[in-house]
């Protein structure tokens, strides 16, 4: 397992990562349902960490998008793992090799700054920094969020009100997010500037999450 030294938390579930993504953050977003009616489709992101969730969801989109649809995927990370940290991480499930190649072949040497890349109809922007640095340099309208960075006891700058009011934002009318974390702060939060949330079922040992649409 990979763990950040910074917060003494691991990036992905032991028991597997991939499908613990596939259930906190796509499914939790309703994807690939909610790819529909967008020609371009918005995901936002707190905490790119090893790409897991970006290459689920490319994974999907390529798999689930319709012709002519485009998927652009914003994420913020203060503290990034190297290329090979992350080609490493990811070799764990064979099935993304081919994404996996393509993310670590420009994936930058020294992360800082903005990086941005497209590949074929997705479009990836990473913002190496402060996460509300990084989404207020943002003028976009966000279709899902993936609010991840580790446990809120661990990031509580992550989880804060502040980052709260940039998804709140960047959010359009109707647009989704999920979370594995289901810690009451978080909630109240998020519903104070503007979602409705609710708990559903977690992953694997972990009882529940939250998941919400912004009105």
Not at 129 to 136: K, M, P
Not at 169 to 178: P, Q, V
């Amino acid at each position: 397992m990979i763990r950040s030294q910074e917060f003494d938390d691991v990036y992905f579930s032991a028991e597997d990562g991939l499908a613990e993504t596939r259930h906190v953050f796509l499914d939790g977003n309703g994807l690939p349902g909610a790819f529909a009616g967008h020609d371009v489709f918005v995901v936002g992101e707190t905490g790119f960490g090893t790409g897991l969730n970006f290459l689920a969801v490319w994974d999907l989109f390529l798999k689930a998008g319709r012709a002519g649809q485009t998927l652009h995927f914003i994420s913020v990370e203060k503290f990034p793992l190297s290329k090979v940290q992350i080609d490493e991480a990811m070799a764990h499930w064979p099935e993304l090799d081919g994404l996996r190649s393509q993310l670590v072949d420009v994936y930058p040497d020294a992360p800082g700054g903005v990086f941005e890349y497209n590949f074929e109809n997705v479009t990836l922007t990473l913002y190496f920094g402060d996460v509300v640095d990084g989404f207020a340099a943002c003028n976009i309208c966000v279709d899902a969020w993936f609010l991840d960075g580790f446990r809120p006891s661990s990031n509580p700058e992550m989880w804060s009100d502040a980052v709260f009011a940039q998804v709140a934002r960047l959010s359009r009318e109707g647009a989704s997010f999920a979370t594995f974390t289901s810690a009451g702060f978080v909630r109240r939060g998020l519903s104070a500037v503007g979602f409705d949330v609710s708990k559903v079922p977690g992953f694997g040992r972990k009882r529940e999450m939250s998941v919400g649409v912004f009105r």
